[in-house]
Each structure stands twice: as structure tokens, then as C-alpha cells.
């Protein structure tokens, strides 16, 4: 989890923390900023999870998607220590589950929706610490005229050099039941900002920024043995040796044939391999 003071965050998927990469802390308007990439899946559901262990005073959450303000997460001092954003409210009985999507590139500048911003591919929350009072309803949902962004699927120029792969949109309408009470929220004070870049495996992979799955699975199946051998790799190390002895027997008895044959002048021609230089921007 990203740590701020006493409070945490993270993205969770099919009930698993996803792990965060490249963790660098920064200052942004003198206030601290910690951003971190992690691995999105199309297709796959997430929540958010915003955590206070110490809980000795009201604080929120305000969270940002691709740009998009979409809810306050809210933990009360001594009551509430976490809570986790599963659903974007879209109406007053109606909610959409955040999932991951691909992003559809278009050539028709009519046809855009999303501008390629440096946000697009960005899930923030931002931290305060405020006062947190329950008072009786309002008639209007909050948020359900801002989430129309996210129900669509973005859709962005491909003259855009921004790699992001991935964006943000809603899925299937659940219903939930009405809001009870409306939260008051004053005396805020920022302490901070998380965020949470997300992009496709394989692109953190080529950009370094994520490890390799060979080198997951190794770490994962090495044993306690320091530098032990699994019973696979030796079967292979054994499979080496016997090809290359067929190999050296074949070469010295083709070496023997020629050694019998006039030398004549080869040519040999030279294979050029390409190697791929293209560069991926992640910002």
C-alpha cells in the first residue's frame, strides 16, 4: 500500500492488493505526493481501498479518475478505520463497477472524446483532514451527472504519442439502496496526495518499470537452497549435453569429408538483424 502519515491506499482486483512499482516521493505546493505505477487488466473490476490505522481525527479521500472527480471517501475518528470504493453512483438507486478497458484510437477528429491528457491513465486521492458531520438528505445524487465519461469507452486521436493502453469506464448497472443521510464536510485541511498510474503489464515490462514474469516465476520457485537446481533444470542441462556431443560427432565427420575435397571459395553472406528501437512514452 502507498503510506501517507498514518493513512494507506490501494487498488485492489479479485480481492488481491495489486503490487506497486517504481514508488517515488515527491512535494507538490509543499505538500507531500507519492505516485506509483501498477499492472491493469482489461476487462478486470477494481476498488479502492483508503485506510487510517491511527484514526484519531475525521479524514477523506477525494478520488480522481483519468481526470474525472468521481467520490469523497470518508473515515470517521474512532469509528471507521477503512473502507473501500467499489461502484461509482450513477443515479439515486443505480450504480457502475470501475473497470479497466482498452482505449480505441480513431483517426476522425469528430470522434474524439477523451484529450490526451497527462492524467488520462490515472487514479488519484487526494488526503485531507476535515470535519465530518451527518445531516438529513439532499434530493440530488451527487456525482451522477459527472460520471457520463466514464461510461463510454475513450476514445483518443492516434496521432497522440501517448502509450497509455488502458482508461477507466463503468460497468454493468448494479442497483443500491438510497443514501440515507448526507455528510457535511468542512475544515479541510490537505495532507497529501497518492497516485496510482496504471498501465498494461507488458508496457511496464518493456519500460522496465515491472519485472519479467520468467524472473517472478524463478524468484518464486527457487528453493531454500541457495543456488539449487530444480529436477527440470537438470533434466535440460543433461538434454544440452547430449545434443552437443551429436553436434561435435557430426561436425568432426564432415570436417573429415572436406579434408578428402579441393577448397573452393565460399562466400558467406552476412544476416542483418533488426533490433526494435522503438521507444514507449508512459508519461
Not at 502509450?163 to 455528510?183: D, F, Q, S
Not at 511496464?204 to 527457487?222: C, E, M, T, W
Request: some cysteine.
Amino acid at each position: 500500500m502507498l503510506q501517507l502519515g498514518t493513512h494507506s491506499a490501494c487498488i485492489i482486483v479479485d480481492g488481491v492488493e495489486l503490487p506497486q512499482y517504481s514508488i517515488e516521493h515527491s512535494t507538490h505546493k509543499g505538500r507531500p505526493l507519492i505516485t506509483c505505477w501498477i499492472a491493469s487488466e482489461a476487462g478486470k473490476e477494481f476498488s479502492i481501498r483508503f485506510e487510517d490505522k491511527a484514526s484519531t481525527f475525521d479524514s477523506i479521500g477525494d478520488i480522481m479518475v483519468d481526470d474525472i472527480s468521481c467520490d469523497t471517501l470518508r473515515l470517521y475518528a474512532g469509528q471507521r478505520t477503512r473502507v473501500e470504493l467499489k461502484t461509482a453512483r450513477v443515479s439515486a438507486t443505480s450504480a457502475r463497477p470501475f473497470m479497466f478497458s482498452h482505449i480505441r484510437l480513431t483517426d476522425e477528429e469528430h470522434d474524439v472524446n477523451h484529450a490526451a491528457s497527462r492524467k488520462l491513465g490515472e487514479i488519484k486521492l487526494q488526503i485531507c483532514k476535515a470535519k465530518l458531520k451527518k445531516t438529513k438528505m439532499k434530493t440530488k445524487t451527487r456525482g451522477q451527472d459527472r460520471m457520463g465519461k466514464l461510461v463510454e469507452a475513450a476514445k483518443v486521436h492516434e496521432r497522440s504519442k501517448k502509450a497509455i493502453g488502458h482508461h477507466v469506464r463503468l460497468g454493468e448497472e448494479i442497483t443500491i439502496p438510497k443514501l440515507k443521510y448526507h455528510v457535511s464536510i468542512t475544515e479541510v485541511q490537505i495532507l497529501g496526495v497518492l497516485i496510482f498510474k496504471y498501465r498494461p503489464l507488458d508496457m511496464l515490462q518493456a519500460n522496465g518499470i515491472a519485472p519479467l514474469d520468467k524472473k517472478r516465476k524463478r524468484a518464486v520457485s527457487l528453493p531454500d537452497e541457495e543456488n539449487a537446481v530444480s529436477e527440470s533444470d537438470a533434466e535440460d542441462a543433461r538434454r544440452i549435453e547430449v545434443l552437443e556431443a551429436e553436434l561435435r560427432a557430426l561436425k568432426n565427420k564432415l570436417q573429415a569429408r572436406d579434408t578428402k575435397k579441393p577448397k573452393r571459395e565460399v562466400k558467406e553472406e552476412v544476416d542483418i538483424c533488426w533490433l526494435p528501437g522503438e521507444v514507449i512514452d508512459l508519461t
